[in-house]
């Protein structure tokens, strides 16, 4: 596995851009920052604005969730670092929230760049919402992309890390709208001895030979 050898998005299974930036915690390399564990990489369109303050103080209730899940959290935008420490002051104030994880000042775009967070027909000047969730090797696992005027989904990103984690751990897949504690579905047979194994398989819910759910 190697570094992306393409400019703009990157794609699932493509190791994360790794970067140099100031944040509000400090500068920092993001794969030594990363230490092993998940991270959710969220941009935002700009400091001072009333979705992504929702968004932003959100991810803030939640994170400790986040950390129980062996994930961090790290936000995004193109504004400076004295915007950042203001707006975190603002929100603490107006919202009774404090932001916990650290915010990137990508004043020179570089971080938006390498991840293709600027999407010149929605704003030449901002970045749009996405989302990166990237495993403790630094693989890019999924990546969501919300417009300008939508908030995103925490619930829905959550049950996503869960899902990836699961699949991971348990090897096999996850329906649609899963969520823990569902049924997850068995990787299909690829042999013609596996699909006679499947034929009595007493754990094993049984739609077809190729679609098989069971209980971890």
């Known amino acids: 596995m190697t570094e992306a050898a393409h400019t703009g998005i990157p794609r699932i299974m493509d190791s994360a851009p790794d970067f140099r930036a100031d944040t509000t915690h400090g500068p920092i390399t993001f794969s030594d920052w990363q230490k092993g564990s998940w991270v959710i990489l969220f941009s935002h369109p700009a400091d001072f604005t009333p979705v992504c303050s929702t968004e932003l103080t959100e991810f803030a209730r939640r994170n400790d969730e986040f950390t129980r899940r062996n994930t961090k959290l790290i936000g995004i935008s193109i504004d400076s670092i004295h915007s950042h420490l203001a707006w975190r002051e603002n929100l603490k104030q107006i919202l009774d929230v404090e932001i916990p ?3 990137i000042a ?3 775009m570089k971080v938006s760049t390498a991840y293709g967070m600027l999407h010149p027909a929605a704003s030449g000047t901002a970045t749009v919402r ?3 969730v990237i495993d403790p090797h630094r693989m890019v696992r999924a990546l ?6 939508v908030g995103r989904n925490i619930d829905e990103i959550m049950r996503l890390l869960e899902a990836l984690q699961t699949a991971d751990k348990n ?3 996850l329906p649609v709208n899963w969520k823990p504690g569902d049924k997850v579905i068995v990787p299909p047979p690829k042999t013609v001895s596996e699909v006679k194994e499947r034929e009595g398989h ?3 819910e049984r739609f077809d030979f190729y ?3 069971k209980t971890l």
């Open 144 to 149: 969501v992309y919300y417009p300008m005027n």
């Open 101 to 103: 994880y650290p915010l």
């Open 171 to 173: 090897s096999c897949a």
């Open 106 to 108: 990508d004043l020179d």
């Open 211 to 213: 679609l098989n759910k």
């Open 202 to 204: 007493k754990e094993y």
């Open 130 to 132: 996405a989302v990166f």
